[in-house]
């Protein structure tokens, strides 16, 4: 047997456990328990499991990057959904947008448009499009731990002030079945009431967000009505997110970014 199909195996075993030993495991996969210590000493070092005295647990979830290092992981998809994203903002609109790495650099392009009042939880954003030839409403509220980004109570019952044309969010992951998702509770909050006071909510998610879920959910799917993502999203993400009646917009697919 392969090292990763015994990896696979061992992953396996521990979805099912939790926690296993290695003498289980040497006994299961028919070999010694120094070829079990590596194939474990392998999975830690990718951050798969923990070992443990005599085996191995499941390692706690972890939290996410920190904010500055994320809005650098996928940049040019980010850069390519931003470019799409404000193409499908007329002028003369009123939009919210929430606050993530992929909203900050969604930003950029949106200082290229004029005649556009953007309500913004995000100082990054705020910030961005300061001076610039249209309104920009910063929303008060309690400053997050890791995000630029106001959030809490005070926040969310400023959002209920508002009415909107269009919502964009950009959640961490988005299922074509099980909708969108946000790791942080306060954050899923901020984008579900800036939702309710926009007609149409539009997502945006990198390919490599698709089919992922995380901790807290925002939205339904059938509450997405335009989901904008880059090149690289699969055939297979493609087909599913549109038989949930998700309309997808790629830089790839114009004539489905009405």
Same mark, same amino acid.
């Given at each position: 047997?392969?090292?990763?199909e015994?990896? +696979? =195996?061992?992953?396996?075993?521990?979805?099912?456990?939790?926690?296993v030993? !290695?003498?289980?495991?040497?006994?299961?996969l028919?070999?010694? *328990?120094?070829?079990?210590? =590596?194939d474990l000493?392998?999975?830690?070092e990718?951050?798969?499991?923990?070992? #443990?005295?005599?085996?191995?647990?499941?390692?706690? &979830?972890?939290?996410?990057?920190?904010f500055?290092k =994320?809005i650098?992981a996928?940049?040019?998809?980010k850069s390519?959904?931003a *470019?799409?994203a404000?193409?499908?903002? +007329?002028? /003369?609109q009123?939009?919210?947008?929430?606050?993530?790495?992929?909203?900050a650099?969604?930003?950029r392009?949106?200082?290229?448009?004029?005649?556009?009042s953007?309500?913004?939880?995000?100082l990054?954003?705020?910030?961005?499009?300061?001076g610039?030839?249209?309104?920009?409403l910063?929303?008060? /509220?309690?400053?997050? !731990?890791?995000? &630029?980004?106001?959030?809490g109570?005070?926040? @969310?019952?400023?959002?209920?002030?508002?009415?909107?044309?269009l919502?964009?969010?950009?959640?961490v992951? #988005?299922h &074509?079945?099980?909708?969108?998702?946000?790791?942080? @509770? +306060?954050?899923?909050?901020?984008?579900?009431?800036m939702?309710?006071?926009?007609p *149409?909510s539009?997502?945006l998610?990198?390919?490599s967000?698709l089919g992922?879920?995380s901790?807290? *959910?925002s939205?339904? &799917?059938?509450?997405?009505?335009?989901l904008v993502?880059?090149? !690289?999203v699969?055939?297979?993400?493609?087909?599913?997110?549109?038989? !949930? /009646?998700? +309309?997808?917009a790629?830089?790839?697919h114009?004539r489905?970014?009405?």
């Amino acid at each position: 047997m392969w090292a990763k199909e015994r990896h +696979q =195996r061992i992953l396996s075993m521990l979805a099912a456990k939790q926690q296993v030993s !290695a003498n289980d495991l040497a006994e299961m996969l028919k070999v010694s *328990r120094e070829t079990v210590r =590596r194939d474990l000493v392998d999975l830690e070092e990718t951050g798969q499991v923990n070992r #443990v005295h005599g085996g191995a647990i499941l390692p706690e &979830p972890r939290s996410e990057q920190p904010f500055r290092k =994320r809005i650098s992981a996928q940049l040019r998809a980010k850069s390519e959904i931003a *470019r799409k994203a404000a193409g499908l903002i +007329q002028p /003369g609109q009123t939009i919210l947008v929430d606050a993530g790495t992929t909203t900050a650099i969604f930003a950029r392009e949106l200082a290229k448009l004029s005649g556009v009042s953007v309500i913004t939880n995000s100082l990054d954003v705020a910030t961005t499009l300061q001076g610039a030839s249209r309104e920009v409403l910063l929303l008060g /509220g309690r400053m997050a !731990a890791d995000v &630029p980004a106001t959030v809490g109570e005070l926040t @969310l019952s400023e959002i209920r002030r508002f009415s909107a044309d269009l919502c964009f969010s950009a959640p961490v992951a #988005v299922h &074509p079945t099980k909708g969108a998702f946000f790791y942080d @509770l +306060q954050e899923a909050e901020i984008a579900i009431a800036m939702a309710e006071q926009a007609p *149409r909510s539009i997502l945006l998610a990198d390919h490599s967000k698709l089919g992922e879920t995380s901790r807290v *959910r925002s939205w339904e &799917p059938g509450e997405i009505d335009v989901l904008v993502t880059n090149r !690289a999203v699969t055939s297979e993400n493609l087909v599913a997110f549109r038989q !949930a /009646g998700v +309309q997808v917009a790629t830089m790839d697919h114009h004539r489905h970014s009405a």
